[in-house]
């Protein structure tokens, strides 16, 4: 499988932006998809997922802020991202958990918030 993503850029802070992952090859029924992100100088960590059936989880400090949803027709993830700081400034990189089968990961997509 392989994972497109789109959406990153420039804002400052306040502002929103939506990221979209968009998955081509052999997806199972059964997946999650979601979003991690890496500032620099940090690892990568955890922002987002949400199940094909539905159940969502977010890092606690994207709460209220950052919204996953997916088009499972489309197998496309998105992640509009509002109220953005710039700790929100990171690589942010989708990805795919399949049974059976290792973690698929996007090409990653910078955003940067200015203060």
């Known amino acids: 499988v392989q994972l497109q993503a789109s959406g990153g850029g420039s804002v400052q802070a306040g502002g929103s932006l939506t990221l979209s992952c968009a998955a081509s090859?052999?997806?199972?029924?059964?997946?999650?998809m979601g979003w991690f992100r890496q500032a620099p100088g940090k690892q990568r960590g955890f922002v987002a997922m949400?199940?094909?059936?539905?159940?969502?989880n977010y890092v606690d400090s994207v709460k209220g802020r950052f919204t996953i949803s997916r088009d499972n027709a489309k197998n496309t993830v998105y992640l509009q991202m509002n109220s953005l700081q710039p700790e929100d400034t990171a690589v942010y990189y989708c990805?795919?958990?399949?049974?059976?089968?290792?973690?698929?990961w996007g090409q990653g997509t910078l955003v940067t918030v200015s203060s």
């Open positions: 090859g052999i997806i199972s029924r059964d997946n999650a």
């Open positions: 949400v199940t094909s059936g539905g159940i969502i």
């Open positions: 990805y795919v958990d399949r049974l059976r089968v290792p973690r698929s």
